[in-house]
């Protein structure tokens, strides 16, 4: 079993749809989660970490269930510019971060 | 603030040549240091890390190495390409024995192209 795991897709949404994306983990000891966004061809960047009571952004909802070792990532009112793959990414404290495939979003006109 | 950048952004070379990717990181002391390949269509796959000047951990053996010369600095070196080093190589840094705030940051990365 890979020690994340995400939402094959692609996802191709309308503008203004509600798109949540899902984020397992494997090791039960990991105590940092965050959602990172990746344009094509650039750098992945940090869109917003993951607290265990959830926490929004604007548009962008992040939830995490430590039981059940499941994150998710709720965008709503989707915007064009919202196109990009997004990627889940857990860490054990003094161990290295642990990146997910990633799940392409593209929001179409 | 803190800042990374790594260079070149793009680069083409002939099979069996040398390679030479280098980054720094500025705004900060002591940082975790990382080099990152992603294959076209892929995950990230972390190659090497390092917590301090002169420690290098190597994540997937392969002809690539890596050294940290300098607190800031981190290069990625290979005596001869291989096709199968094409990629995307992006550095990171990270806050070294920081709590469950910790982020990690990537530079612009570098295209590599072996032909």
């Known amino acids: 079993r890979k020690e994340v795991e995400q939402d094959p897709g692609p996802f191709n949404v309308p503008e203004g749809a509600t798109v949540a994306f899902n984020c397992t983990y494997s090791n039960s000891a990991s105590q940092s989660f965050f959602w990172y966004r990746q344009d094509c061809r650039k750098e992945p960047k940090l869109l917003m970490s993951v607290y265990s009571s959830g926490n929004e952004d604007g548009r962008f909802t992040a939830q995490l269930n430590r039981a059940s070792q499941y994150i998710s990532l709720l965008i709503r009112d989707s915007k064009l510019s919202d196109s990009a793959t997004y990627l889940c990414v857990v860490k054990v404290y003094g161990q290295n971060f642990v990146f997910g495939p990633g799940t392409r979003l593209s929001v179409l006109p | 603030s803190q800042t990374i950048h790594q260079w070149p952004a793009t680069l083409v070379q002939p099979v069996g040549s040398p390679l030479s990717l280098e980054c720094t990181v500025e705004g900060t002391s002591n940082p975790n240091l990382y080099w990152y390949r992603q294959a076209a269509g892929r995950g990230l796959q972390l190659l090497f890390y390092s917590v301090g000047i002169g420690q290098i951990s190597s994540e997937v053996p392969q002809n690539l190495s890596a050294s940290r010369p300098q607190d800031r600095q981190f290069i990625l070196s290979s005596k001869k390409l291989l096709l199968s080093d094409s990629g995307f190589y992006l550095c990171?840094?990270?806050?070294?024995?920081?709590?469950?705030?910790?982020?990690?940051?990537f530079g612009e990365g570098s295209w590599l192209t072996v032909v």
């Open positions: 990171a840094w990270s806050v070294q024995g920081g709590g469950t705030g910790n982020t990690i940051y």
